[in-house]
């Protein structure tokens, strides 16, 4: 028999039938073994008895399955519209309140999954914006300098210019689409940070390399202070990465003649990174701001910079479970201290 297609009130009425009928039947077997009536009417009493027992019984609880499937179809619909307001089920342990808190549970699920799509969005517009922002500029030069090129007859020494000018706006865009890209796979998880235990020396060897000719050219003094031998867990060729745009940073904001010093020392938890310079600072209120993706303070605007180094190097940082902190006068310098996990 298929239980699935029975309804509640069919198997009900099935059930006081047999039942009807096997207590007929009984109370005829008893009249005929005892041949006493007073006997068969107290059967009787008996029977109607427990089938009004039964049918108070059944009709309570179809009253409550009726009152529970309504209520339960509430929740379902508030679910789908989002506006779940969970009723409060008295007793804590009845099957309602379990099947109320899964229900509950399961909306929170939903509201976080559905929360943190519209963040995704909300954030996938904020980086389009972000870029298409960042490549007017460069393009708008391209075409203005494009243009003048074709219609107007330059000399010689103007066309280098003109084409140096070009070559700048190119490396703009190049330098931020390979930033971009290299963001996006970072934040996706493309690419997975390859963390091992090894000297932090090579590491900031390999990004004070970037930095040397532009200190150089700017009479900046770079000192290091880090025992060759110290060693903490981290992905060599992206913490490289992230030191040299800290230290980028340092020589591009200090004026000629400035000072960097890179120190390290080691904590019972972390190992600690300081990169001090002698440059212009940064206010506090902006402090907090430097690490978002293409922030760039007003006061720079004359130095060359797409404000998404510190970005960078944050999502690098925080990526090998490490933190960023800084201390900074205006005017004074500033000092960039990542500390990364010695686990
Ligand atoms: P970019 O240098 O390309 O502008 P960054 O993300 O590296 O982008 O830095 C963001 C901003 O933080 C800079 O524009 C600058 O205003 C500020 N900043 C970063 N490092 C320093 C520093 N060492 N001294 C002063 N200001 C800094």
């Not at 005929?32 to 009004?52: E, P, R």
């Not at 799509?117 to 909300?122: F, G, L, M, N, S």
Request: with cysteine.
């Amino acid at each position: 028999m298929n239980t699935q297609k029975l309804s509640i009130n069919k198997a009900v009425i099935a059930l006081t039938t047999i039942i009807v009928l096997f207590s007929v039947a009984s109370l005829i077997v008893l009249y005929f073994l005892t041949d006493n009536v007073t006997a068969v009417l107290c059967g009787l009493i008996y029977v109607v008895f427990v089938m009004l027992c039964v049918i108070v019984f059944v009709i309570i609880m179809r009253r409550k399955l009726v009152l529970f499937s309504e209520t339960f179809c509430e929740l379902l619909d508030s679910m789908m519209i989002g506006e779940m307001d969970l009723p409060q089920a008295a007793e804590e342990e009845t099957l309602f309140y379990k099947i109320y808190h899964r229900l509950a549970r399961l909306y929170e699920i939903m509201c976080e999954n559905r929360y943190s799509v519209a963040k995704e969005r909300t954030e996938l517009q904020e980086l389009i914006s972000d870029i298409s922002h960042q490549v007017k500029t460069p393009i708008a030069n391209l075409k203005m300098i494009d243009a003048t090129l074709l219609e107007q007859s330059v000399s010689e020494e103007k066309r280098i210019d003109f084409l140096k000018a070009m070559g700048g706006q190119i490396d703009k865009l190049d330098f931020l689409m390979q930033a971009m890209i290299k963001t996006s796979r970072l934040e996706a998880g493309v690419i997975s940070l390859d963390k091992k235990k090894q000297p932090i020396y090579d590491t900031l060897a390999a990004a004070l390399g970037g930095i040397l000719l532009n200190a150089e050219k700017k009479d900046i003094q770079v000192t290091v202070s880090c025992p060759e031998a110290w060693e903490v867990s981290h992905d060599r060729k992206w913490t490289s990465e992230a030191l040299f745009n800290i230290l980028d940073n340092a020589v591009k904001y200090t004026p000629a003649g400035g000072r960097v010093n890179v120190s390290v020392a080691l904590w019972e938890m972390y190992m600690k990174i300081d990169i001090a310079d002698t440059g212009r600072g940064i206010v506090e209120n902006h402090q907090g701001a430097i690490f978002k993706r293409f922030y760039r303070e007003e006061e720079v605007h004359d130095i060359d910079g797409i404000g998404i180094g510190l970005y960078l190097t944050h999502e690098i940082i925080t990526m090998q479970g490490g933190y960023i902190k800084i201390s900074s006068e205006v005017g004074k310098g500033s000092i960039f201290s990542i500390f990364l996990p010695r686990d």
